[in-house]
């Protein structure tokens, strides 16, 4: 997929040393009893500080259920030291003075004998971070589960020592992003769109409980001519500036020279000397400014590092090799906390294929130096990640992409004790906007994404360039989307093949299976809202299986209108939950229609179903519009529907690729498996669309 990823990068816009404790308290903490008690009860709470800096830490708490069913609780608690909770996620946390209250978040009420419900917080400490001595479950104060005492283990790091590369890329998971921003190629960090920096930003950044944060730089514009090449004293200034907080608010922070590497690294084949001169002489100034800057300060030799005009594979990575080696050199003479700092270095385009990893090991072979980490990014399977070619699954092709590349990362690098970070991660389909891949499959994606980063010891750094947490409201776009990433960093959560089940308004309603993806959890129960659904009336579970029964779905359904009538959530002994909508559909209608091939748009009735992908071809068969390899074309890059205003539009982009006179077949695929077709023909830039 390489050629393909590569086409890509031209249409994308992606662009102090504290200690760390961590704390471990088990406790055996009693159930409240509603009903004269049957069974002893009993639960264990782990309680873990990963993350602690100056006045703040992140932890987590994870409530086992080792006694009989819980549905719905409270866990409260005594600060030892006057601590206070300041944001929580999965659990509403209010406190008054050192008491502390943790109340479910709805969705997670039920705790199944065996069962785990996990919630997490910031705070803030002063003086001491000591751990709680004991919890108290609907309160009931720890008596022993069943019969055992309550205990308390308390373990402390102070962090990794001095150089140790492997443990400080652990501490910077999980990471995220400041994208189109500092890397925008305009006149200031605003050309992009994105509103400036602020303080408060990255203090809400840090509030979501990310430990690192990288600051994509693009320098080119601010540079002075040769042969000094300055940077704007302003501009680096501000960068300053941005790393000064993000380091006062307790991050590790990546900085890195960024899009400079397609607007002018990239010509190193015709201009290899005055490039590395260029190079050089940022990073010489870099180094001097940051000389001093705390360990948790790290640099990244050069973003997606690519070559134009070169004589392939082998110059290619001449060429890397070089400029890695200018930069560690420059950086480790340059003295001061520069000599043991943890440095970062690409393969080419930042790919996991073998033959690049192995560029970059050879690489680091020559350099032994041990405060080096590797760098790659991961988009997806391409196909999926931007939705063409028929992409619409996390299938198993997806999936496996997802697999091999992390493997052979952990191979290559991990496994040999150098750390790897991977400094961007998403799905293309992004950089338009986050509904081009649907929510289900995209649910599955970042679920299996943040497992096996994990399972293969791979710190993880969101790509964000303003889509996803917003700038100025430091709100999340997409609620369900995050905290599924969320719970992927430390548990994985149960999924299932849908999260939408439809049934056709024109026909009797009959029971719906589905199948479930426990992803190693346990099926507790399923709900709507508060209610849980009756097992074995409203459904049944065999195997792998959910089904739906036909009485169930009546009644959810209502009065059957068009779209999504009711929301359930699958309830699994870990994770977040999974979520099916039940829908009501009848197949779309579509009109005929006239317009240009700069503004086409079929009137759509989409009578509650969905669309997931597009077909087009001309009468013989032969595939039309762009990437002609494939009948499938690119959603919402070439057609895009508009569930508000009824239509589905024709791009531009669709029309520059498709002959003249020649009709085209389109074949729309809805998620309800309805297939509806239409006929489009151009001449010049006037469209004709008919019914098929």
Request: hydrophobic content about 35%.
């Amino acid at each position: 997929m390489t050629g393909l990823r590569d086409k890509m990068q031209a249409i994308r816009r992606r662009g102090v040393a504290l200690a760390t404790a961590f704390v471990s308290v088990a406790a055996t903490v009693g159930l409240a009893v509603v009903t004269p008690a049957v069974a002893a009860p009993g639960c264990r709470v782990d309680y873990t500080v990963p993350s602690q800096w100056s006045g703040g830490f992140t932890a987590n708490v994870a409530v086992t259920n080792t006694g009989d069913r819980v549905s719905g609780w409270r866990l409260t608690w005594t600060w030892p030291a006057g601590q206070q909770v300041t944001q929580a996620w999965n659990a509403t946390v209010t406190s008054s003075g050192s008491q502390v209250t943790a109340v479910d978040a709805g969705y997670n009420a039920v705790i199944e004998p065996n069962g785990t419900v996990a919630f997490g917080f910031n705070g803030s400490w002063t003086g001491a971070n000591t751990a709680p001595q004991s919890f108290a479950l609907n309160g009931v104060t720890c008596t022993g589960g069943p019969g055992t005492p309550p205990t308390t283990t308390t373990t402390t790091s102070g962090g990794p020592a001095p150089g140790d590369a492997m443990a400080q890329v652990a501490e910077m998971q999980p990471g995220w992003n400041l994208g189109n921003t500092l890397d925008s190629t305009g006149g200031d960090e605003t050309s992009w769109g994105n509103p400036r920096i602020t303080e408060a930003l990255l203090d809400n950044v840090k509030a979501q409980g990310f430990k690192s944060i990288r600051i994509p730089v693009t320098w080119g514009q601010h540079q002075g001519p040769a042969p000094g090449y300055s940077i704007e004293t302003a501009y680096l200034n501000r960068v300053k500036e941005v790393v000064g907080w993000a380091l006062a608010d307790g991050f590790h922070v990546m900085i890195n020279i960024h899009h400079d590497s397609w607007q002018w690294i990239n010509t190193m084949p015709s201009d290899r000397a005055g490039v590395l001169a260029r190079y050089n002489a940022i990073w010489t100034q870099l180094a001097a400014a940051f000389r001093d800057s705390p360990a948790k300060l790290v640099f990244e030799s050069v973003n997606e590092p690519q070559f134009t005009g070169s004589s392939g594979d082998a110059q290619n990575a001449q060429l890397l090799h070089e400029l890695n080696a200018s930069f560690r050199d420059i950086v480790r003479r340059s003295g001061g906390n520069n000599t043991n700092r943890l440095l970062v270095l690409p393969t080419l385009h930042t790919s996991s294929e073998q033959a690049r990893l192995d560029e970059l090991a050879s690489s680091l072979n020559t350099f032994k130096d041990p405060n080096i980490a590797a760098t790659v990014h991961y988009y997806g399977y391409w196909p999926f990640s931007v939705n063409v070619a028929g992409g619409t699954h996390f299938d198993a092709t997806a999936q496996k992409d997802l697999t091999d590349s992390f493997d052979r990362v952990y191979n290559t690098f991990i496994a040999r004790g150098v750390p790897v970070i991977l400094g961007e991660y998403g799905l293309l389909g992004f950089d338009r906007h986050t509904g081009t891949i649907q929510q289900g499959e995209k649910l599955k994606f970042f679920e299996q994404f943040g497992h096996y980063a994990r399972a293969k010891k791979i710190t993880t750094m969101l790509w964000d360039n303003g889509q996803h947490f917003g700038r100025t409201s430091f709100q999340w776009s997409d609620p369900e989307l995050i905290a599924q990433i969320k719970s992927s960093w430390t548990t994985r959560s149960g999924t299932a093949s849908t999260d939408q089940v439809f049934n056709a308004k024109a026909s009797a309603i009959s029971a719906k299976t589905i199948t479930l993806n426990p992803n190693g959890t346990t099926f507790n129960s399923l709900r709507q809202g508060t209610t849980e659904l009756v097992r074995g009336t409203d459904y049944t579970v065999q195997g792998d299986q959910l089904t739906l029964t036909a009485a169930a779905l009546t009644r959810l359904s209502g009065s059957r209108n068009y779209g999504t009538n009711a929301v359930l959530t699958a309830h699994f002994s870990q994770g977040v939950p999974w979520r099916i909508n039940i829908v009501t559909y009848d197949p779309p209608v579509l009109q005929n229609a006239t317009g240009t091939t700069s503004s086409f748009a079929i009137p759509t009735a989409f009578r509650g179903d969905l669309l997931a992908t597009m077909e087009a071809k001309y009468a013989d068969g032969s595939n039309a519009g762009p990437h002609n390899w494939t009948s499938y074309k690119e959603f919402d890059r070439t057609f895009a529907p508009n569930y508000t205003t009824g239509v589905t539009t024709l791009t531009s982009d669709f029309f520059a690729e498709v002959n003249d006179n020649r009709p085209v077949t389109l074949t729309f695929h809805y998620w309800s498996g309805t297939e509806v077709t239409y006929v489009v023909t151009k001449s010049g830039s006037a469209v004709t669309g008919t019914t098929a």
